[in-house]
């Protein structure tokens, strides 16, 4: 199984949707790629807005 990239982690910022990334990168085949690819670009879109838990909250 891949480890997926902290790249990617960097717009999926969710905890259930980089669980599903996991889930979606171990697939084999093309069209396994082409919904990875598709799951990115829509959890990317949901989670813009959300703050990235990988870095802390500033003080002040």
């Known amino acids: 199984m891949k480890t997926p990239s902290p790249s990617v ?18 697939r ?8 990875l690819g598709w799951f990115v670009l829509i959890a990317a879109l949901r989670d813009w807005r959300l703050p990235n838990p990988d870095i802390g909250e500033p003080n002040g």
Do not use: V
């Not at 084999?28 to 919904?35: E, M, N, Q």
């Open 9 to 26: 982690f960097r717009w999926i910022k969710t905890e259930c949707g980089r669980a599903k990334f996991a889930e979606l990168a171990a």
């Open 28 to 35: 084999p085949g093309p069209l396994a790629r082409l919904r």
